[in-house]
C-alpha cells in the first residue's frame, strides 16, 4: 500500500476515533428506553372489562381493554374515583377476532393534582414486544379521551371510555 493511502487511512480512522471521543464528553447522553407502565404478564393475568370490539378511534383498530385489580371496580362501576397507580391497559389488534396484536396504549392513574393537562393520568404506547412508543400523539389520546369519555354525556368516567357513541 502506498504512503499517501496508508496516511488517508490513518487520517480517516483517527478522525472516527477522535469525533467518538468528543461525542462522549459532551455530557449529552442518550436516555435509556422508557419502561412500559404496565408489567408484562397484564395480558394474560388482568381482568378484561371490554370485549373485542371494533373501536371508532385508535387507527379503526379492534379492542379489547383489560383492568388491573385497582382499576377493575371504578371502571365498571363508576362509583368510586380511581386510586394513584390504577391501570388500564388497551390491546390494539388489526383484526376482528383480536388475535393479531399490533400495539398497548395504557392509562395509569397519577396523584391528584399531578398533571391536570392529562386528567391526572399517565398516558403511554408501546409495541407487541413492549418497547415503548414515542409520546407525541398523547396529546391526540388525550384530546379524545375529554370529547368521547366525559362523565356529563354518561360516556365515561375520570377520561376512561365506557360506552361509545357514533
Not at 476515533?17 to 461525542?23: I, K
Not at 403511554?124 to 388525550?142: M, R
Request: proline share 5%; hydrophobic share 40%.
Amino acid at each position: 500500500m502506498d504512503v499517501l493511502r496508508r496516511r488517508s487511512l490513518r487520517g480517516f480512522f483517527g478522525g472516527l476515533v477522535a469525533g467518538a471521543l468528543l461525542g462522549a464528553c459532551t455530557g449529552e447522553v442518550e436516555a435509556p428506553p422508557t419502561a412500559a407502565i404496565f408489567p408484562v404478564e397484564a395480558p394474560t393475568t388482568w381482568r378484561e372489562v371490554r370485549d373485542c370490539r371494533h373501536s371508532h378511534e385508535h387507527e379503526l383498530n379492534h379492542i379489547r381493554v383489560l383492568a388491573d385489580d385497582a382499576a377493575y371496580d371504578p371502571y365498571l362501576l363508576w362509583n368510586a374515583p380511581f386510586p394513584v397507580g390504577a391501570t388500564l391497559l388497551k390491546l390494539e389488534y388489526d383484526d376482528a377476532a383480536c388475535s393479531h396484536l399490533i400495539r398497548y396504549t395504557a392509562m395509569k392513574k397519577l396523584a391528584k393534582g399531578s398533571d391536570l393537562a392529562r386528567g391526572d393520568w399517565q398516558w403511554q404506547a408501546a409495541s407487541p414486544s413492549l418497547i415503548v412508543e414515542e409520546h407525541a400523539k398523547v396529546s391526540q389520546c388525550v384530546g379524545c379521551h375529554k370529547v368521547h369519555c366525559r362523565e356529563d354525556n354518561k360516556t365515561g368516567f375520570d377520561l376512561t371510555c365506557a360506552e361509545e357513541i357514533f
